[in-house]
């Protein structure tokens, strides 16, 4: 698989992400629903952001893992959030984690009314080897 990231500027490095990601070659391509803080028995999280988004992480990258990918594959990024301004302090968790696993990937945040049942925060994933 060949990836290239297209950045025209350099602020966005700041905020680890790309403004597009273009991919020749790739073998295989995952869709991944959106991935929130649920536990194995599908108990939606009334924990705080921070827990939540951590929880959300680590439930993403268990769906990457079982399908036999790399979370360094991940190429679209899409972040659900019901309040950017709760999310927002918390965002150098997401950061660590993109940059623990050499992502490259365009990114898409969005504030919404609501998120299912107690959810705070969802990931939406692309990831291609």
Known sequence: MEKRTV???????????SQAVEVKNAEATLYCSGQAAIDPDGTSSNKDMK??????????????????????????????????????????????WIVAHHMEQAV????????????????EATVVK
Not at 65 to 76: D, L, N, P, S
Not at 108 to 123: A, D
Request: glycine share 2%; with cysteine; charged share 20%.
């Open 51 to 96: 827990s939540q988004l951590e929880q959300a992480i680590a439930n993403l990258e268990e769906v990457i893992t079982t399908a036999g990918y790399e979370c360094k594959g991940i190429v679209r990024l899409n972040i659900y959030t019901t309040s950017t301004q709760e999310l927002w302090p918390h965002f150098p968790i997401l950061q660590s």
């Open 108 to 123: 898409t945040m969005l504030e919404v009314n609501s998120l299912f049942e107690t959810l705070k925060v969802e990931l």
């Open 7 to 17: 950045n025209p500027w350099k602020w966005q490095e700041e905020r680890s992400y």
